[in-house]
């Protein structure tokens, strides 16, 4: 099950207590006070890691406590440090506190990290309290109390290439193709439920490509799946519009790809900034008259290449994987896209 919203408890360590204690040893009288400090209680981090694209794991495990820090010692012995508690998360998750709907951060890339409770610090002991005018201090402190919050973490999932697209356009069939993604196919709308990641390979190079949900006419006001899984392109960098292109469906392709655009429009317009294309599937089964020559005028119109695909025979799919590919490599040097505020 995909899961791409939940909520969790976090909270780091308590630091550890100083200890009291005084030097004990032959012929050492009135040895001066030794106790050590305790050790600083753990952090709780999140880490991306690869292999993971759902958020799924914490909606049944919410509560996340570090270790605290080991008390401090006789002989000036600081305790040892709490260990840290890392979360595994998806790439792409984004951590906000509950109670301030405040942003921490977000991880991006495999292997980032992002501490979401601090652990307390470790209290002193009474070494630390020795002066002139108390030689023989019987304090110590305890350790701090570590960080404590709700968050609540958001997962956009991080690839390359989004595709878009009314339902049974094709897209999953395509992402099949080009990807070893395997992702649900068959011959009905909505067949795809959640997002669902490949990576495409071309000429030794590779990026990703994310299958979500088919959108439809009325998306933006929550008609069909509504629009839940646009975020999930909103942090990719170029976007391909399926469209079914075999006359066949009972649409015309061209008010389809209209139908899309002002849906995504709806949502973000920001989106419409992106470098996009267009993939007329299905043109193995292209009947008469054909409509291609409509999609392709009412997407040059609006300054989008179309490429015919067929997903059952494989026409066009390396033009199309190159063609992606250039996009993608285009947007590359390009600052870090910013998604709409959840
Ligand atoms: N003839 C032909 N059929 C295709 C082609 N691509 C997809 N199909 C068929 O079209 C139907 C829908 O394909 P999917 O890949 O599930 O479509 P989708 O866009 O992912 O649909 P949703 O997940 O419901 O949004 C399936 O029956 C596919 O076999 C193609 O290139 N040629
Ligand atoms: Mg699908």
Known sequence: MFVDRVKIFVKGGDGGRGCVSFRREPYVPKGG?????????????????????????????????????????PSNRTGARGPDLVIAVP??????????????????????????ARGGGGGRGN????????????????????????????????????????????????????SAARPKVADYPFTTLTPVLGVVEVDDRTFVVADIPGIIEGAHEGAGLGLQFLRHVERTRVLLHVVDASGLSGRAPDADLRAVLEEVRQWNPALLERPQMVAASKRDVAGEPDPLPALAAAAGGRGLAVRPVS?????GLTELRRALLRLVDATREAPALEGRAP
Do not use: C, M
């Not at 709780?44 to 401090?72: C, D, I, K, M």
């Not at 998750?93 to 990290?113: D, F, M, Q």
């Not at 110590?140 to 356009?169: C, H, K, M, Q």
């Open 33 to 73: 006070p030794d106790g050590g400090r305790g050790g600083d209680g753990g952090d709780v981090l999140l880490e991306a890691v690869g292999h993971q694209n759902t958020l799924l794991p914490l909606r049944y495990h919410t509560e996340f406590r570090a270790e605290r820090g080991e008390h401090g010692g």
């Open 91 to 116: 790439p792409g998750t984004e951590a906000v506190e509950e109670a301030t709907g405040l942003s921490l951060g977000e991880v991006l890339h495999e292997g980032e990290r992002l501490r979401v």
């Open 127 to 178: 070494r630390s309290f020795l002066s002139n005018r108390n030689r023989a201090p019987r304090e110590s402190e305890p350790g701090g109390t570590g960080e404590a919050r709700w968050l609540r973490l958001d997962l956009r999932l991080i690839a390359d290439v989004g595709l878009l697209g009314f339902p049974n356009a094709g897209k999953s069939t395509l992402l099949s193709r080009i």
């Open 311 to 315: 997903a059952v025979t494989g026409a």
